[in-house]
C-alpha cells in the first residue's frame, strides 16, 4: 500500500511538471519555432492535445485499482456543490466554487483534492455548458488549487489551519488568475504590444504577459483573493470540522477477535 | 435448506462501548417473508447489513463470528463479491442512485458484474415486466415519485441475478398508496418467484400481514419467532395488535380480517365522541390559491384554525398539502385569496412557524444547547434553553453534538428549535416520516402540551393512526382542494383509504386502540 | 448523432476559425454555429450557453481592441488588428457555444474510455446530483428563516453550508453503500447499449474534416488571404474555395434532423 502511494506520487509530480509545461510554453517555445508565424498557430492545438493527455494519464493512475465506491460518490458529491455554487456566476473574478476545493482538499488529502478540483471543474462545464479547449486548462489550475490545499497540514490548532488556510486562498486567488490567462494570451493579445512575440525570448514575453495580466486580469483576481478569505474565515472551522468527521468514515478497520 | 446463517456474530461500531450485536444466532430458510423489528438503535439494521458485509466492511468495527449467505462468507467476501447472490436497498433510494436514466440504472450493477450485453438486455425487460415499471424506463430517476423510485431501486439491485433481497425501511417515508405499491411488489417476488425477502421495518400496520416470520432486536440480541408471538410482544405494534395485548388477545391478529373475526364477539357500546373545543379564530386562509412548479397546486381553499385546536392535513403525495402549509405560513405567496394570522399577514418564524419536512437536517451548531441558543440568539431572546428541551424530552442530550444522536432525536432538536421562536401557530409538514414509535410518541406529547398552551397546531401526515391519536380536526386533500373537513370520526370513519384500523375492526367512531380498551374497561 | 460527431464538428469549426483573421471567413463561421443552434439545440439548462458564448464573444473584442490602447501610437492599423483578432476569438467562443447547447452530457460522458469509467462515474454524479443539492440549498435556507436566522449576512454562512454539506455526506454514504452492493470495483466490465457510430454520423464528421484540410493546406501554401494584411491597411480577400468548403460543416444539422423522431 505505502509502496503503491509512494509511486503514485511520482506520477503526481511528473504529470503535474509536465502539465505546467503546457501553460508556460509561450515561454519556452520561442527558440524551438524560431517566430514562425504558421507553426505559431499550430503550437497551442500540440499543447492542449498534450494536456489532456497528461490530465488522462493523471486520472488513470489515481484511479488505477479503482478509486472506490466511497471516493466515487464523495467527489459525485462535493463535485454537485461546486456545480451548485459556480451556478450564480463569478463576481468578478470570485466564484464561492473555490471554497469547496480549499477545504475539501484540505480535510482528504492533495490527491483527493486534484481529483475533485479537476472532476468538480469538468462536470459544471458539462452542467453549464462550458465545454471547449479552455476547459483542460480549467480542471489542471483547479485541481492544483485543490492539490495545495491538501499540502497544509492538518494541525491540531484551528487558528494555524485556518490562518494558513485562508493565506493559501488570497494567494491563490492571484495565481489562479495568472495562470488561467497564459492559455489565452497568445491569443487575446494577439498581435497587440502586450502579446506574445516569439522572436522576442523568453524574459521579454514574461515583461509582456506582466503588462497584460496587470491590465487584464489583476482587478478581478483582487476579488477572488479577498473572497477566498472570507470564506474560509466564515466557514473554515464548521464546514472542515464536518469534513474531518466525513474523513474519518472514509477508512475502515475490522478487527476480528478470536471467537471466544 | 438454510440460505443465511448468523453464527454467534458480535460487533462493535468504531469508538464505541456497547456492542450493536451481541451474540447473534440466526438461521434463515430459503424463501419467505421476513421482517425484523425492533426499536431505533436496537440493531435490525446493523443485522440487516451484516447479511450482505456491509457490516463490517462498510463500517469498520471489530467483528466476530461468521455469516454464510448462499454458502459464501460474509468476510472473505465483501459486498460487491455478493452482488449475484443478494440485494440491497437503502431507506432513502433518492441517494442511491447511480445514473441518471431509470434503464441504465438498472444495467449498472451487471455491467459491474461484467454480464453480456445481449443477456443485459433480456434481465432488464424481464425486471421491468416483473416490478410493473417498464413504461418508467426512460424517465429520469430524479422525477420518480416515491413509489416508483423504490420499485426501480429494487429492480436495479435484483438484475445481477440475486435471490436474497434486503430493504432497510422501505415503506416508512411512502404515502399509503405508494406503500401498497411496494409491498405487492415484493409480495410478487416472494409468492410467484421464490424470492426470500428479509425487510427491516418500523410501520408495522400494513407489513405485518405479509410477514411469514419475524426477527426481533433488542439491545443487540435478536431471534427469529412466529410473526404473532414477536409482534404482540412489541410495545409499538400495528394497533390491532396493541389492542390485542390491552385484552389479553392469544394468539393475537396481525390484520384487520384476523381482528374482526376476534371482534364479533365484542360488545362495544356507543363511541364517546368528544370534541375538541376550539377557542376564538387566529389562523384564518380565505379562498386561497397557489401555484408550485408550474401548475395550481392549491385551488380556492378555505380555512379556519382557532387557539388550541390541532388539525391534520391529510391526502396523497402531490394532494397539495405542503403548498397549503407554506402559503399558512406566508413563504409562499398566494397567487389569489388571502392569509391572515389574528387579523395581520402571517410573519415567517414570528407569527407562524414552519417544520419542514426532513427538518432535522437543519441542525448546524457543535451541540444541542447551541442549536437552540442560535434561534433565541436571531430573535434577541433571552428565555431559557433548557426549558424548550424539556418539552420535546431532549433536556439529557444538551451537551451533545447533534450528529451523534439518532435521526429522530435530531427532528426533535430540529422542532425545539423552531419552537423555540415562540410563534403562537406552528405548522409540520410531515413530522412523523421514518420515524420509530418512541420518537412518535415524544412528539405527540410535546403536541398535546403546546395545544393546551392555546397555540393554533396544523400538521401534514401520510399517517392516518397518527392522525386519528392527536388530531382535533381532519381535514383531507385533494387535487389542491379540500374534499373533507370535520372532527376525525366523521372524516376518518368515511374514507377507505385513510380509515385507521380501530374503525375498520369496530366501525364508525372508534380511532384508537386506547379508546377501545378504555370503552371495554381493559387496562 | 453520435456525440463524438458533435465534438469533432466543434474542434473543426474550431480549427478553421482559428487559422484565419478574415472576417469573410469569420462571419460565415459564426453564422454556421448559429443555425447548427438553432435547428438542434436541446432543452436544458446548457441550452443558455449559447448566449452566454455570444456575450462572451462580444466582450472578447472589446477587450481586445481596448488593448490596442495599452500601447501606442494608436493606428487605425492597430485597430482593426485588434477587431479581427477579437473576432477570431469570439467566433471560436461561439462554435463552442453552440456545441455545448447541441450535445447531452450524460451522453458525452459515456464516451469517456473504459478505464476512465470512475472519473466518468463521478462527473456524472455530481452532474445529476447538482440539481438536488442546490433544492436542498432553498429548503434549508427557508427553515432558518423560520428561525429568525437570515441566510443573507456573512456570519449566517454556515447555517446554510453545514446543513447542506451533512446531508451531501450523508448521501454519498448511502451511494457508496449501494454502490458497492451492486458490484462496483469487482474488475473488468461490460457496457449496456454503447453509442454507436452511425455511417451517418461517421460521414458527416468526415466531410467536417473537408475544410479542415482545405484551411490547412492553404497556411502552407501561404494563400486564400487567411491572414488579413492591416499595414498597410487592405480590403480582406476571400478565396472562394475557402469560402465554398466552410458550408459543409452544416452536414451533421441534416442528418440530426432526420435521425430525430
Known sequence: MKKRSRFQFGVLVVANLLGLAAFIWPFLLPAAVGGDEAHGVDAPWIVLGLLVCLGSLLFLELGRGGMGPKTVALIGVLGAAMVALRLPGFVAGFSAMFIVVLLAGNAFGASFGFVLGATGMFASGLFLGGLGPWLPFQMVAVGWVGMGAGLIPRGKSWGLRLGLLAGYGFVVGFLFGAIMNLWSWPYLAGSAAVGWHPELGAIANLRNYATFYMAYSLTWDVFRAFGNVALVLILGRPVLSALDRAALRMYVEIKEPKAA | MTLISVERVTFRYPMTERAALADVDIQIESGGFVLLVGATGSGKSTLLRTMNGLVPHFTGGTFSGSVKVAGRDTLENPPRRLADVVAFVPQDPGSSFVLDRVEDELAYAMENLAVEPSEMRRRVEE??????????????????????????????ALTPGARILLLDEPTSQLDPQGAEDVLNALQRLVHDLGFTVILAEHRLDRVAAFADKAIRCADGTAYLGEPAEILSELGAGPPVTRLARMLGWTPPPLTVRAARLLARDVELPEPDLVEQPSGAPRLVADRVTGAYDGHVAVKEVSLTVGGGETVALLGRNGAGKSTLLRILAGLHQPSMGKVSFDGRSPEPGRSVALCPQAAEDILFSDSVRSEVLATLAASRSSKDVSRYLEEVGMGAYAERHPRDLSSGQRLLVAIAAIAATEAPALLLDEPTRGLDPETKEALGACMRTWALEGRVIVFATHDVEMAAELAGRVVMMAHGEVVADGPPHEVLSDSHVFSPQMTRVFGRGWLTPRQVAAALGGS | ??????????????????????????????????????????????????????????????????????????????????????????????????????????????????????????????????????????????????????????????????????????????????????????????????????????????????????????????TGGLTVSTYPLRWPQPSLLLLASLPLLCVPVLFDRAERP
Open chain 2, 127 to 156: 425486471i421491468l415486466d416483473v416490478l410493473a415499471i417498464s413504461e418508467l424506463r426512460d424517465r429520469s430517476v430524479r422525477s420518480l415519485s416515491g413509489g416508483e423510485r423504490q420499485r426501480v431501486a429494487i429492480a436495479a
Open chain 3, 1 to 222: 448523432m453520435h456525440q463524438g460527431a458533435w465534438l469533432l464538428w466543434a474542434t473543426c469549426a474550431g480549427l478553421c476559425a482559428i487559422t484565419t483573421t478574415n472576417p469573410f471567413y469569420l462571419l460565415v463561421i459564426v453564422a454556421i454555429a448559429w443555425f447548427v443552434h438553432a435547428l438542434c439545440s436541446r432543452p436544458g439548462p446548457a441550452l443558455r450557453s449559447f448566449r452566454v458564448f455570444l456575450l462572451f464573444g462580444a466582450l472578447t473584442i472589446v477587450t481586445r481592441t481596448l488593448l490596442v490602447f495599452l500601447s501606442p501610437p494608436v493606428s487605425a492599423s492597430s485597430v482593426v488588428t485588434g477587431l479581427l483578432e477579437g473576432l477570431r476569438l469570439a467566433s471560436l467562443l461561439i462554435v463552442f457555444g453552440t456545441f455545448n447547447a447541441v450535445s447531452d452530457p450524460f451522453a458525452i460522458l459515456k464516451l469517456a474510455p473504459r478505464r476512465f469509467h470512475e472519473p466518468a462515474l463521478a462527473t456524472a454524479l455530481a452532474l445529476s446530483i447538482a440539481p438536488r443539492t442546490i433544492q436542498t440549498a432553498g429548503k434549508v435556507r427557508e427553515a432558518q428563516r423560520m428561525r429568525g436566522i437570515h441566510i443573507s449576512r456573512l456570519r449566517s454562512l454556515p447555517a446554510l453550508a453545514v446543513p447542506v454539506l451533512e446531508t451531501g455526506m450523508e448521501e454519498a454514504m448511502v451511494l457508496a453503500e449501494s454502490m458497492d452492493a451492486r458490484g462496483h470495483g469487482r474488475g473488468p466490465r461490460t457496457r449496456y447499449r454503447p453509442e454507436p457510430w452511425t455511417w451517418t454520423s461517421f460521414g458527416s464528421v468526415a466531410l467536417c474534416l473537408v475544410p479542415v484540410i482545405v484551411f490547412f493546406t492553404a497556411i502552407h501554401a501561404g
